[in-house]
């Protein structure tokens, strides 16, 4: 990525959508704009899960206001993540169905431990160069991050469904302070995260640093009030409770340094933070410049380089862990990307020849379940394994990729007028056919294709006399493409 380049990155949190825009300057990204704004969708979740209307449309509305801010912005310059709030919500489809319209630019819902990991990259990336171990918290609307790393690598990674939306709504209804609700709080907030200490413990750290909302809340009040500036302790967080105890509730408290929008969810905030003070045996905590979005920007820079693209990791861990054969991998995914050259010759398909490349060497790894059914068990695992870099979505195709592998096509629930997907997919199957005696295939002369909605699969003369049984599988193929809106001619 050159020089000069603007980048975007949208976080679509619980509590607020923040769009973080900078310029590219020697491997460093420099803040050109932060926007903000308070959204609370994590408060619009009703009793079966689903965002009500009126949080769908205070989304809509700020994206909107986002978007004209990214006018004139490439694809490949902005990058929109969405954390627990969506990763719950039951009708998220629908919500995002019309916010990427509105938005412009595609919303990827991430896991729980992607976002601690991009988290973590935001963090360091604007922290001192250290060798510091770090242990790096952020507290969220409805889920809670803590990372333990050191430099630019986290270690454990770890995400828990508290936080300051959910907690301000359970447990102070109404925003009522009382002593009772704030020992309810942290009972129920040590309960889900005892688990992180167990974790934590062995592994230990230097410096405790706290990213975004709550955090940096409840530092800047603290600050306000005369405590040592960029630093929270436990007295610090007691003297915060007896001041929000004194209030009585969240909107007749008056602190300096605490923001109207940071009011209503102040109460569950700091009762999970506090949890995690007990929890951790932390002595203090400093808030970080770094963030999610942080984050989210440096790694579309990694994401430029293959070599640093942590997805490529990620995929090398999976086929080893499930045990696939990875020369074989390898193979059928360096032929199914030369197909799909052959499809799309122009330059811009990067992102569909990577993911054509991983779903190759992944194609196996259902064998370490059964090999009867080995792509069902593939796309279950892919569906269901934490794999960091990869956003759901990203995940998802790669499942309906490796289940369609081979069998037939009519078992998979996905958009055949997709035809990215629909190239993909024949290119793998053809792929995976001309690799079946495990070895480098012959392809010389072998040429595919389009033609409309049919795929034409040149041989060279004397090609199919010399391999009959690939031969045999191709025209097999072309049938199992008969019923369906796509078909394949083997000429």
Request: charged letters at 25%.
């Amino acid at each position: 990525m050159q020089d000069g380049t603007l980048l975007a990155a949208v976080d679509l949190g619980s509590n607020s959508f923040r769009l973080e825009i900078g310029r590219h300057e020697h491997g460093q990204v420099r803040r050109m704009e932060y926007l903000k704004e308070t959204v609370r969708q994590g408060g619009g979740l009703d009793e079966a899960r689903n965002l009500t209307a009126e949080a769908m449309e205070r989304g809509y509305a700020c994206l909107a206001r986002f978007a004209e801010r990214l006018a004139g912005f490439r694809a490949g310059q902005v990058r929109a993540v969405a954390t627990q709030t969506l990763r719950e919500a039951r009708n998220r489809e629908i919500f995002l169905a019309r916010a990427r319209q509105v938005l412009g630019f595609p919303i990827e819902v991430i896991s729980g431990r992607e976002e601690a990991r991009l988290i973590y990259q935001g963090v360091a990336r604007l922290l001192p160069q250290s060798d510091e171990r770090r242990l790096v918290v952020d507290i969220g609307g409805r889920s809670t991050e803590l990372i333990l790393g050191r430099q630019f690598e986290a270690g454990l990674m770890e995400s828990y469904r508290v936080g300051s939306v959910t907690w301000s709504t359970r447990y102070f209804p109404g925003g009522q302070f009382t002593p009772a609700s704030f020992q309810h709080a942290e009972i129920a907030a040590q309960a889900i995260l005892e688990e992180a200490a167990a974790l934590a413990a062995p592994m230990g750290w230097d410096t405790a640093y706290g990213s975004s909302g709550t955090v940096g809340a409840v530092a800047d009040i603290l600050a306000a009030a005369g405590w040592p500036p960029g630093v929270i302790s436990w007295d610090g967080l007691q003297w915060l409770v007896d001041r929000l105890l004194a209030a009585r509730s969240a909107e007749r408290v008056r602190l300096d340094g605490l923001r109207d929008d940071r009011r209503p969810v102040i109460g569950g905030g700091v009762s999970v933070l506090r949890a995690l003070f007990r929890l951790l045996d932390i002595e203090e905590m400093r808030p970080a410049a770094g963030a999610l979005r942080h984050g989210v920007l440096y790694d579309m820079l990694d994401r430029e380089h293959r070599a640093t693209d942590v997805r490529e990791a990620t995929v090398s861990r999976l086929v080893a862990r499930f045990e696939a054969d990875p020369r074989q991998g390898d193979r059928v995914g360096r032929l199914a990307c030369q197909l799909f050259r052959q499809l799309h010759p122009g330059p811009a398909t990067a992102a569909a020849e990577s993911a054509l490349m991983w779903s190759g060497r992944l194609h196996e790894i259902g064998n370490a379940v059964s090999h009867s059914d080995s792509h069902k068990h593939g796309a279950y695992l892919l569906d269901n394994v934490d794999a960091l870099g990869f956003t759901q979505d990203e995940l998802h195709r790669l499942s309906l990729l490796v289940l369609g592998h081979r069998g037939k096509l009519r078992k998979l629930e996905a958009d055949f007028e997709d035809e990215a997907f629909v190239h993909q997919l024949l290119c793998l199957r053809v792929a995976v056919i001309l690799c079946h005696a495990r070895r480098d295939p012959d392809v010389q002369g072998l040429r595919l294709q389009p033609a409309g909605r049919e795929l034409r699969l040149s041989l060279r003369p004397g090609w199919a006399a010399a391999w009959p049984q690939s031969a045999h599988l191709l025209r097999q193929e072309s049938v199992a493409w008969q019923k369906m809106p796509w078909s394949l001619a083997v000429v």
